[in-house]
């Protein structure tokens, strides 16, 4: 079984940017395809970016295209964010997930999760 460790979280100024990571442990990372959702208080968990299990296709939610960048690194099984010009709106607990059906903007596709990294903006 996968597990999911995730950190480079933290508290940033507006305009600032941080980078999480989220470090597999277990079977083979390079099978799954992977995903960051975000979930702010008192709202629903929402999708943020997808990557597929090579890393050479990549998807966006409307709200971060252009600021966030989804990346891996399947030989060091790690999962990136690459998060600039942030916003208080991108204020967040965020969550890495692993899906072996492929990669989806549904929680529902992915069955691995990690624990969540805190992000906070401050304007």
């Known amino acids: 079984q996968v597990q999911l460790v995730e950190s480079g979280g933290g508290l940033v100024q507006a305009g600032g940017s941080l980078r999480l990571s989220c470090a597999a442990s277990?079977?083979?990372?390079?099978?799954?395809?992977a995903a960051w959702f975000r979930q702010a208080p008192g709202k629903e968990r929402e999708f943020v970016a997808t990557?597929?299990?090579?890393?050479?296709?990549?998807y966006y939610a409307d709200s971060v295209k252009g600021r966030f960048t989804i990346s891996r690194d399947n030989a060091k099984n790690t999962l990136y964010l690459q998060m600039l010009s942030l916003t208080p709106e991108d204020t967040a607990v965020y969550y890495c997930?692993?899906?072996?059906?492929?990669?989806?903007?549904?929680?529902?596709?992915?069955?691995?999760w990690g624990q969540g990294s805190q992000v906070t903006v401050s304007s």
């Open positions: 990557i597929n299990w090579s890393g050479t296709s990549t």
């Open positions: 997930a692993l899906s072996p059906y492929g990669s989806g903007t549904n929680t529902k596709t992915y069955t691995i």
């Open positions: 277990g079977r083979t990372f390079s099978n799954y395809a």
